[in-house]
């Protein structure tokens, strides 16, 4: 089992910045791929970013080049940087971790952090 908490949302003007913490304990070493999630109030949960054991990361469109998302294994945290934040950034946004190889989809993912809540105001 792993265990996932988030932490680092808030409110923010647009253009501001965020850096969100995910911290895993548990059996972390199984943890092949990690990512960031997001869900805005009557909207399905999306991919934001995912990470695999290698470094190797994958972004979507909306959120390339202003969101980095990193991870310290020495700690067991993942991190997501979050620059240039827009209104439409505002979601609660989920940790997620994977035991095989890096996929997508929230379907995907097996362990899923309790969210941290980001608001953007224009």
């Known amino acids: 089992q792993v265990q996932l908490v988030e932490s680092g949302g808030g409110s923010v003007q647009a253009g501001g910045s965020l850096r969100l913490s995910c911290a895993a304990s548990?059996?972390?070493?199984?943890?092949?791929?990690m990512g960031w999630f997001r869900q805005a109030p009557g909207k399905e949960r999306e991919a934001v970013a995912v990470?695999?054991?290698?470094?190797?990361?994958r972004y979507a469109d909306s959120v390339k080049g202003r969101f980095t998302i990193s991870k310290d294994n020495a700690k067991n945290t993942l991190y997501l940087q979050m620059n240039s934040l827009k209104p439409e950034d505002t979601a609660m946004y989920y940790c997620?971790?994977?035991?095989?190889?890096?996929?997508?989809?929230?379907?995907?993912?097996?362990?899923w952090g309790q969210g941290t809540q980001v608001t953007v105001s224009s």
């Open positions: 997620a971790a994977r035991t095989t190889w890096c996929r997508w989809y929230p379907t995907d993912f097996g362990y």
């Open positions: 990470i695999d054991a290698i470094g190797d990361t």
């Open positions: 548990g059996a972390t070493s199984s943890t092949n791929c």
